[in-house]
């Protein structure tokens, strides 16, 4: 079982003194298992699977940097179509224009 001390540090308070905590622990018998090695084929099934969690990350991290820049992209866009819509002369058509017509 657990015995716990707790043991006195100088210049600490209460609250700051650590507790040395002593366990036993249980003796567990392991001439009764019988220890089976990995099959080759699940350790490589898992090794593969490894690499393919390792590149899909690799590929979230791509997309999410390129969908940032494309969201910066559309942000400048957008800006930009509003000042245009925002500027009077530009969908305005001239008088000469109109006569023509």
Do not use: H, W
């Not at 567990?28 to 898992?46: F, K």
């Not at 997309?63 to 925002?86: C, D, H, W």
Request: charged content about 25%.
């Amino acid at each position: 079982m657990a015995a716990t001390a707790a043991v006195r540090v100088p210049g600490c308070k209460k609250e700051e003194q650590r507790a040395d905590t002593v366990t036993s622990l249980p003796t567990v018998d392991l001439s009764s298992r019988i220890l089976y090695p990995m099959p080759r084929s699940l350790l490589l099934e898992m090794i593969n699977a490894n690499r393919a969690k390792v590149d899909l990350a690799a590929r979230v991290d791509a997309m999410m940097a390129e969908n940032l820049k494309l969201k910066s992209e559309n942000q400048v866009l957008g800006q930009y179509i509003e000042n245009l819509m925002s500027a009077p002369s530009v969908f305005q058509t001239t008088d000469s224009e109109s006569q023509r017509k």
